[in-house]
């Protein structure tokens, strides 16, 4: 199944050593920072972002000023807020605590159906789906819930999913330092559903393997086995 699913270029974090990232060959090109950018454009005022959207409504066709739009602007940097607040939040805060009494376990870990919505860079128009998260554990575990906080940090940023299924599995790899982690996205993106070609329901799928997830294929198979599992 791996031949089918393929990943595009991996665009890690940067880091001092390259051996921290899933994939440390990656092309100077396609790396893009995980964490909220430190040299980030100087942020614009919620008065600024307001008039922003007065200027688009007015683009649109429509009239600001009309009773039903006088709230938008303001409604809109509101839901902006929510909608990217992972820009506030760092993947290594969410993973912080390390569980180290499982009495031994170092088996599979396993979260599946982990549902999110993130936004295109492109076009900045939602994508909806579900991420799968194994990992094989090595001093501990980390909570379940810190999984799905993990994608959330992610995702509620502007993304393509490439990029997030990657930078997810680089923050675990990271972070708890893990025999193997393996990350599946799926995902129906609106800038296909709801303009361009059009076609709804269509699905993307992107993986990204690391340590024995990416040296065996028996693994790549049994992470597969346990996501059809069960259903």
Do not use: N
Not at 64 to 71: I, N, V, Y
Not at 151 to 160: G, M
């Amino acid at each position: 199944m791996d031949d089918v699913v393929k990943t595009f270029p991996v665009r890690p974090s940067f880091e001092e050593d390259p051996s921290a990232a899933v994939i440390d060959k990656t092309p100077a090109s396609f790396i893009r920072p995980v964490e909220p950018a430190a040299r980030a454009p100087e942020r614009p005022s919620r008065e600024e972002a307001e008039a922003a959207v007065r200027t688009l409504l007015r683009w649109a066709g429509d009239d600001p000023d009309r009773e039903g739009l006088r709230e938008t602007p303001r409604r809109v940097v509101k839901a902006y807020e929510e909608f990217f607040k992972g820009y506030a939040e760092t993947p290594d805060e969410v993973l912080s605590r390390v569980f180290e009494e499982v009495e031994g376990y170092d088996d599979l870990v396993l979260v599946r159906d982990i549902p999110f919505t993130s936004h295109c860079e492109h076009h900045v128009v939602p994508f909806v789906g579900k991420a799968h998260i194994a990992y094989y554990p090595t001093g501990g575990v980390v909570g379940l819930s810190k999984l799905a906080r993990l994608v959330d940090v992610f995702a509620r940023r502007l993304q393509t999913q490439e990029a997030m299924t990657a930078q997810i599995a680089e923050a675990i790899e990271r972070q708890l330092k893990p025999r193997g982690v393996a990350v599946l996205v799926e995902a129906e993106h609106m800038c296909m559903s709801m303009r361009g070609v059009l076609k709804q329901g269509s699905s993307t799928v992107t993986v990204q393997f690391s340590g024995v997830f990416r040296d065996d294929p028996g693994q790549q198979a049994h992470f597969y086995t346990l996501l059809r599992g069960a259903r």
